[in-house]
């Protein structure tokens, strides 16, 4: 990652933590960390006042199998509880799991239950601290995500530091290309919540259709425009 890419991150981190949102990291610089937030301030689609919505629960490769993921999670739990939250929610994939999107499986063995399914295959789980709390679920621009608009549209955020630099790489070879690309660069929390995917920190759509949350190189981008090099 760039200093570049690591400095949009931590802007956009300063500016979240006066709305409570909460970033633990290991020791292991950079390979551990979980980041939540309350879910009304959530950059994300869905009706979830009352909860912690989980941003990003991330354990690297070489990480992994080590209870780290147990031990963060165990953090955002306790803290559910001590300030009096109904629970904690999150994405995933249905099914399986996705770049970019919480384990499913990891989910379901920590007793987490789906709330909502969007049209995508991705779910909205949800893990209750207080007895009886509503589920959260998500927004029917969410639920239903689909755009009129042809050609290529990306929507996303500084959340992920990675968007930094292949989104304008993207940008650069579609207009190589003659491929029609159009960006919205997601600013705020209120056009967050409205963005129609359940997705906000990357949500590529082709000709009305949400395609993927998976950040594209400018390679995997051309594939799924049809452009072989």
Same mark, same amino acid.
């Given at each position: 990652?760039?200093?570049?890419?690591?400095?949009?991150? #931590?802007?956009?981190?300063?500016?979240?933590? &006066?709305?409570?949102?909460?970033?633990?990291?290991?020791?292991?610089?950079?390979?551990?960390?979980?980041?939540?937030?309350?879910?009304? $301030?959530?950059?994300?689609?869905?009706?979830?006042?009352?909860?912690?919505?989980?941003?990003?629960?991330?354990?690297?490769?070489?990480?992994?199998?080590?209870?780290?993921? $147990?031990?963060?999670?165990?953090?955002?739990?306790? +803290?559910?509880?001590? *300030?009096?939250?109904?629970?904690?929610?999150?994405?995933?994939?249905?099914?399986? #799991?996705?770049?970019?999107?919480?384990?499913?499986?990891?989910?379901?063995?920590?007793?987490?239950?789906?709330?909502? !399914?969007?049209?995508?295959?991705?779910?909205?789980?949800?893990?209750?601290?207080?007895?009886? &709390? *509503?589920?959260?679920?998500?927004?029917?621009? &969410?639920?239903?995500?689909?755009?009129?608009?042809?050609?290529?549209?990306?929507?996303?955020? +500084?959340?992920?530091?990675?968007?930094?630099?292949?989104?304008?790489?993207?940008?650069?070879?579609?207009?190589?290309?003659?491929?029609?690309?159009?960006?919205?660069?997601?600013?705020?929390?209120?056009?967050?919540? $409205?963005?129609?995917?359940?997705? /906000?920190?990357?949500?590529?759509?082709? $000709?009305?259709?949400?395609? /993927? *949350?998976?950040?594209?190189?400018? @390679? @995997?981008?051309?594939?799924?425009?049809? !452009?072989?090099?």
């Amino acid at each position: 990652m760039s200093g570049k890419q690591s400095l949009a991150k #931590k802007e956009w981190l300063k500016q979240r933590f &006066a709305e409570g949102l909460v970033f633990y990291r290991s020791v292991e610089r950079g390979k551990c960390f979980i980041e939540y937030i309350p879910a009304e $301030n959530a950059w994300v689609p869905i009706e979830a006042d009352g909860w912690f919505y989980i941003n990003c629960l991330w354990v690297s490769g070489s990480m992994n199998g080590h209870g780290y993921s $147990n031990d963060l999670l165990e953090e955002c739990i306790r +803290d559910a509880k001590m *300030q009096g939250r109904k629970g904690i929610c999150i994405l995933c994939a249905e099914g399986r #799991k996705r770049e970019f999107l919480a384990d499913p499986k990891f989910l379901n063995h920590k007793g987490f239950k789906v709330a909502d !399914i969007s049209d995508c295959g991705i779910n909205l789980m949800y893990l209750p601290v207080e007895k009886d &709390a *509503q589920p959260p679920k998500f927004r029917e621009c &969410a639920k239903h995500p689909t755009i009129e608009k042809t050609g290529f549209v990306l929507y996303y955020t +500084d959340q992920c530091p990675y968007t930094y630099y292949w989104v304008s790489r993207v940008q650069q070879v579609a207009k190589e290309h003659g491929i029609m690309f159009k960006v919205i660069h997601i600013m705020d929390k209120e056009s967050a919540q $409205n963005v129609p995917a359940p997705v /906000t920190t990357y949500a590529l759509f082709q $000709n009305g259709k949400f395609l /993927t *949350q998976s950040i594209q190189s400018d @390679k @995997k981008f051309l594939a799924l425009a049809g !452009i072989l090099e």
